[in-house]
Structure formats: structure tokens, C-alpha cells
């Protein structure tokens, strides 16, 4: 965790990165000890050294008093182009092995209205979420589509029989525990 920025402007910070090539995610919050100023936030830039050492500006979003974190994946931006951004007119160090992430302090309607680099996508929860309920959904569905009563059963012994119940008490189980902690599967 790095909680000294460097000032470069009386809006504009940089934290270095050693070793970015080594790391995929970069997570960017705030500590709550000082709010920004009401009706701004930070726009969040990403900055490596390109084969001939020059820097490389790139977006990858924002933080707010009311969203005061997020995670950027930066393992694929090494290799994209810069664009534009408040950090142009400033000479600062750059070293082939060292990135930086800069944080230029800006009103919030300009905050809106900036187009972070694609592949900078904000990691969420409520994605994967979403995502595990719909496979649930059709895995669901999919195994109930075989569903036959007892009468309809021609004995097979080398076939195993789930019954549906079964499948539907997992179903509910799976749900329930999705919806107490979407990160339980990791534990």
C-alpha cells in the first residue's frame, strides 16, 4: 500500500510503480482521512515508459467521495497508446522499469463525461454475480428439461438417476450462499 503520493500540482499526484510488468491489477481507494473537495473527485491515469522511454498517459477511470475505490486492470495496456491527459506539461522522472499512477483532482461533470482506455475495465462483484446467477439459472433449467417421472423411468443399470429435488435443494443452496458473500468459493 503506497499512502504518500508525490505532489506534482496543487491538484495533480503520482504513486511509482516498480516492476509493472510484473503486476495486473492496480487498486486505487481512498484512505478517508481527507474527503475531496465538494463537487470533485480524481480522474486515475496509468503511466509507463514506452520502448524509446517516453511516457505513456492512459485513463483508466475515477474515484468520488461517493465511490471511493476501485481496480484497474493494467497487465493490458503496456502495449496501447496514450491519450489525452492533465499531466502533459510536467517533467517528471521516468525510468525504464518504473510506471506511475496519477490522480488529477477535477469536477465531478468533467469526471463523467472522460472515456477511459477499454481494457482498463473496472473489476466488479456485481458482474460476477450477475454472471453465476444466470448460469445457475440455466444449468437449472437445462437439468430440468430431463426431468421424467418414476412411471415414465425405463430401467437402465448403467445409467445413474439425480433426482430433481436434489438438484433444486443445491440450486437454492448455491443462491443463498451467492447472495451472503459472492466470494464464498474462494474460502
Given at each position: 500500500?503506497?499512502?504518500a503520493?508525490?505532489?506534482?500540482a496543487?491538484?495533480?499526484?503520482?504513486?511509482?510503480?516498480?516492476d509493472?510488468e510484473?503486476?495486473?491489477?492496480v487498486v486505487v481507494?481512498?484512505?478517508?482521512t481527507?474527503?475531496f473537495?465538494?463537487?470533485?473527485?480524481?480522474?486515475?491515469?496509468f503511466?509507463?515508459?514506452d520502448?524509446s522511454?517516453?511516457?505513456?498517459?492512459?485513463?483508466?477511470?475515477?474515484?468520488?467521495?461517493?465511490?471511493?475505490s476501485a481496480i484497474?486492470?493494467?497487465?493490458?495496456?503496456?502495449?496501447?497508446?496514450?491519450s489525452?491527459h492533465?499531466?502533459?506539461?510536467?517533467?517528471?522522472?521516468?525510468?525504464p522499469?518504473?510506471?506511475q499512477?496519477?490522480?488529477?483532482?477535477?469536477?465531478?461533470?468533467?469526471?463523467?463525461?472522460?472515456?477511459?482506455v477499454?481494457?482498463?475495465?473496472?473489476?466488479?462483484?456485481d458482474?460476477?454475480?450477475?454472471?453465476?446467477?444466470?448460469?445457475?439459472?440455466?444449468f437449472?433449467?437445462?437439468?430440468?428439461?430431463?426431468?421424467?417421472?418414476?412411471?415414465?423411468?425405463?430401467?437402465n443399470?448403467?445409467?445413474a438417476?439425480?433426482?430433481?429435488?436434489?438438484?433444486?435443494?443445491?440450486?437454492?443452496?448455491?443462491?443463498?450462499?451467492l447472495?451472503?458473500?459472492?466470494?464464498?468459493?474462494?474460502?
Open positions: 500500500v503506497q499512502a503520493p508525490q505532489q506534482v496543487e491538484d495533480k499526484f503520482v504513486f511509482d510503480l516498480a509493472y510484473n503486476i495486473n491489477h481507494f481512498m484512505l478517508g481527507i474527503p473537495p465538494e463537487g470533485m473527485g480524481g480522474s486515475v491515469y503511466c509507463y515508459p520502448q522511454g517516453m511516457a505513456v498517459w492512459q485513463l483508466l477511470g475515477f474515484v468520488t467521495n461517493e465511490k471511493p484497474f486492470k493494467i497487465s493490458g495496456l503496456k502495449s496501447g497508446k496514450g489525452q492533465p499531466f502533459g506539461a510536467m517533467n517528471l522522472p521516468q525510468t522499469t518504473v510506471a499512477i496519477g490522480i488529477s483532482v477535477e469536477l465531478l461533470e468533467n469526471l463523467a463525461q472522460q472515456t477511459p477499454a481494457s482498463a475495465a473496472v473489476s466488479s462483484v458482474s460476477f454475480t450477475e454472471f453465476t446467477q444466470k448460469m445457475l439459472d440455466n437449472y433449467n437445462f437439468a430440468s428439461s430431463f426431468a421424467v417421472t418414476q412411471a415414465q423411468m425405463t430401467p443399470p448403467s445409467e438417476f439425480i433426482p430433481a429435488n436434489v438438484v433444486l435443494k443445491w440450486y437454492e443452496n448455491f443462491q443463498r450462499r447472495t451472503q458473500n459472492p466470494l464464498f468459493w474462494k474460502t
